[in-house]
């Protein structure tokens, strides 16, 4: 296969699969191709390539996420937003598996609450991840508020230590356009202190 990235600009995520089709496009490979793939450690880039040979193979790269897992889904996700793995950059469709991923959208909280049980299916990496691409306008438009909302649900859902912590100097500095509150950023860092953090910690 060739080293030129394939270009996801024109796939879109496939819609529900239709119940009555029990067979993805990642099942309907030839077993050798399926061998091949997995001995050899195909990156996203060639399966997008052979996504391209025929129709039935569309999803491919989209079925092979799902058909290997979280991580794999996560894996894809972060190729597409970093135009890594030989896929070009696709901000808007990492997006929309950061969002599969990370589960139900939060809502701001004006507290620090207790962690919480993770809502089933629910992948804590892909909540920072999305808060990152809110604070920054990456693959969506800015939106500060939706940002610390995320880093909100992997701090207290997604018991993330280091999200409490990067909450903690968000309002301690000032960060994103967010004022200036220094006893939420002590909140947030006795969140992440109590959970072992050392930068925490230090504060």
Not at 5 to 24: L, Y
Not at 41 to 59: E, I, P
Request: a negative charge; glycine letters at 8%.
């Amino acid at each position: 296969l060739e080293e030129s990235k394939a270009d996801f600009s024109n796939f879109n995520k496939p819609a529900t699969t239709n119940p009555d089709d029990n067979q993805s496009s990642f099942d309907m490979l030839p077993s050798e191709i399926v061998m091949k793939c997995v001995a050899e450690y195909a990156d996203w880039g060639d399966l997008a390539k052979l996504s391209c040979v025929q129709s039935s193979w569309k999803g491919l790269v989209h079925g092979a996420a799902d058909h290997c897992g979280i991580e794999s889904t996560w894996q894809l996700a972060e190729a597409l937003l970093n135009g890594t793995n030989g896929l070009e950059r696709n901000p808007k469709l990492s997006i929309a598996y950061f969002n599969e991923l990370a589960g139900e959208q939060p809502e701001l909280r004006t507290e620090v609450q207790n962690a919480n049980e993770v809502e089933e299916g629910s992948f804590t990496p892909a909540m920072r991840r999305l808060a990152n691409c809110y604070l920054t306008g990456t693959g969506v438009d800015r939106n500060e508020e939706k940002g610390i909302a995320w880093l909100e649900k992997a701090a207290t859902e997604g018991d993330d230590m280091e999200a409490a912590h990067e909450l903690a100097v968000i309002y301690e500095l000032g960060e994103h356009g967010v004022a200036v509150d220094v006893v939420a950023a002590a909140r947030w860092f006795l969140h992440g202190a109590e959970r072992g953090l050392p930068e925490s910690m230090a504060e």
